[in-house]
């Protein structure tokens, strides 16, 4: 079976690379592909659970359509990018996995394509 890493390294609003890459996870699904996604940097702010962006800015939450990859696809959240950005994890969406370097590095190795949107 292919497989691939989508990665999110940008904020989930004023930019169209989160729910980009939250669809290439969706449609690499759709196809058979096992896609699954990885926020670092600021791109972890799309795992934010109770978000309403709708009341705010009018753009669609982010945290639940990123639930429609579970449980075919898993979400990966890079340690250091949630410490440099003090955000713990009961803030989180509850499909994350939290991933160190090295975890990250066996996971970019076990991948037959990366994107990065």
Do not use: C, W
Not at 13 to 28: D, F, P, T
Request: no cysteine; proline share 3%; glycine share 8%.
């Amino acid at each position: 079976m292919q497989s691939a890493l989508i990665i999110i390294d940008k904020a989930p609003y004023g930019h169209e690379n989160a729910l980009s890459g939250i669809y290439i996870a969706l449609a690499g699904l759709d196809k058979g592909i096992h896609a699954d996604i990885l926020l670092i940097g600021d791109g972890v702010y799309a795992a934010l659970k109770d978000q309403s962006p709708e009341k705010t800015i009018e753009y669609p939450s982010v945290s639940e359509l990123i639930y429609s990859i579970f449980p075919e696809g898993n979400l990966f959240i890079h340690l250091d990018s949630l410490t440099q950005r003090g955000i713990e994890y009961g803030e989180l969406v509850e499909i994350v996995e939290i991933v160190d370097d090295k975890t990250l590095y066996n996971i970019l190795k076990s991948k037959n394509h990366i994107i990065k949107v």
